[in-house]
Structures are given as structure tokens and as C-alpha cells.
């Protein structure tokens, strides 16, 4: 049972376009939504993050909308460049008490930005 | 400031075998996790432990056991490799339970032949 999902593998973009990056999950309980950016043979990073009492959250170039009626997030680069090519997970953290932080993952979207 | 070290980078295993993947951070986060990365996946949490001492299970703990001697390290232990434990290993700490902070290490990649 996938409760984070991202539905396209792939995504490639031309350099100083918009990059658009999404996610689908399934459990209302998620409070908490997170995004990672991993480069090859590298940990994934920390990129931005976004409260389930917020809609949007924007730092420079990135920008995460949550919509909690369609269950959905998604990642705004504006603009894109190229070493934004990375592949871009999605996050879920479980709400409630006995919450220990731990994250549930997507799948994963490869973004290829193009000069 | 190194923050979370794992060791090896790569290992070939042959089915049965057994091995320890190390992991230690020097950043006195109380959290750490293992995950693991199969191609096409999302990351899968094995094992996480909220303190020295206390560990639990995760997403998909079977064939796996963890310690927490020490808030630096938390290795994870292969008994019986299989082939179905070929993946990328990524050990993760956080200060608090909030998640948004994890710090991931560079990854072990595991094949079991």
C-alpha cells in the first residue's frame, strides 16, 4: 500500500523554465510534508518543507503547494537550472501522538534540467 | 563537521553470508534511522531508534537487527544475506522527531549474489 505516491518517474525541462513536480498520498493524518533532493551515489538532502496548517511555502526558487481536500503537494523551481537535475522525493510524516518522525517516501521523479 | 558516516560503500555478499553496515553521526542527534532504496522505490525505513538503547521496527524490519549502544552509532546487522536484500542502504539522523532535519549518510550499495 503506497500512501505517498509520485506518479511520474520522469521529467525534463529546458533551463529557466518552471519545473513542476508532483505528489499524491493517502492518509489524512500526514502533518507534515517534506521534499528531498538526491544527486548520484549521494545521501538524499533536505530541500523545503510544508506544515498541513499551511497551502504554500516558498524559499528562493522553490516553492511547495499543499492541497489537503485533493491529498496532494507539489514542487515549484522557478527558474530551472541545470544542476537541478536530481531525483526529487516526497515526504510524508504521520501526525498524532507516538509520532517519532519518521517519513514516509515517494517513489521518486528524476528531473533532467536541459541548458 | 563530518555528519553521518557510513561504512562500506559497496559490498558484494554471496547468499548466507553476514555482514554489518556502520553508521555514526557527530552531530548528538537523539534520532537515527536506516532506509533502504530498491530502483523505481521509495525509500523503505528498516529500523529506527529514538535514543541509546531504544530501537524499533520499521517499514521492513525481517532479516535485519539494529543496537543503539552509543547516540553516535547504530550499525545494522545482516544475518542470512539474500538476494532480495540487494539494494542501497541510507542511514539517517535528526535532532528531534520532527523529521523535517534528517541527515542522511552517502548511501552502502549491497548486492547479494
Known amino acids: 500500500d503506497q500512501q505517498v505516491k509520485q506518479n511520474s518517474p520522469s521529467l525534463s525541462v529546458q533551463e529557466g523554465r518552471i519545473s513542476i513536480l508532483n505528489c499524491d498520498y493517502t492518509n489524512s493524518m500526514f502533518d507534515y510534508f517534506l521534499w528531498y533532493k538526491k544527486y548520484p551515489a549521494e545521501g538524499p538532502t533536505f530541500l523545503i518543507s510544508?506544515?498541513?496548517?499551511?497551502d504554500k511555502n516558498e524559499d528562493g526558487r522553490f516553492t511547495v503547494f499543499l492541497n489537503k481536500s485533493a491529498k496532494h503537494l507539489s514542487l515549484h523551481i522557478v527558474p530551472s537550472q541545470p544542476g537541478d537535475s536530481a531525483v526529487y522525493f516526497c515526504a510524508a510524516r504521520g501526525g498524532g501522538s507516538g509520532n517519532t518522525g519518521k517519513l514516509i517516501f515517494g517513489q521518486g521523479t528524476t528531473l533532467q534540467v536541459k541548458p | 563537521n563530518a555528519g553521518v558516516t557510513q561504512t562500506p560503500k559497496f559490498r558484494i555478499l554471496k547468499i548466507g553470508q553476514s555482514m554489518t553496515l556502520q553508521c555514526t553521526q557527530d552531530m548528538n542527534h537523539n534520532y537515527m534511522y536506516w532506509y533502504r532504496q530498491d530502483p523505481g522505490m521509495g525509500l523503505k525505513l528498516i529500523y529506527y531508534?529514538?535514543?541509546?538503547?531504544?530501537?524499533d521496527k520499521g517499514e521492513v524490519p525481517n532479516g535485519y537487527n539494529v543496537s543503539r549502544s552509543t547516540t553516535e552509532d547504530f550499525p545494522l546487522r545482516l544475518e542470512l544475506a539474500a538476494p532480495s536484500q540487494t539494494s542501497v542502504y541510507f542511514c539517517?539522523?535528526?535532532?528531534?522527531?520532527?523529521?523535517?532535519?534528517?541527515?542522511f549518510g552517502s548511501g552502502t550499495q549491497l548486492s547479494v549474489l
Open positions: 510544508i506544515s498541513s496548517i499551511k
Open positions: 539517517a539522523s535528526s535532532y528531534g522527531r520532527n523529521g523535517e532535519k534528517l541527515f
Open positions: 531508534s529514538v535514543g541509546a538503547g531504544i530501537t
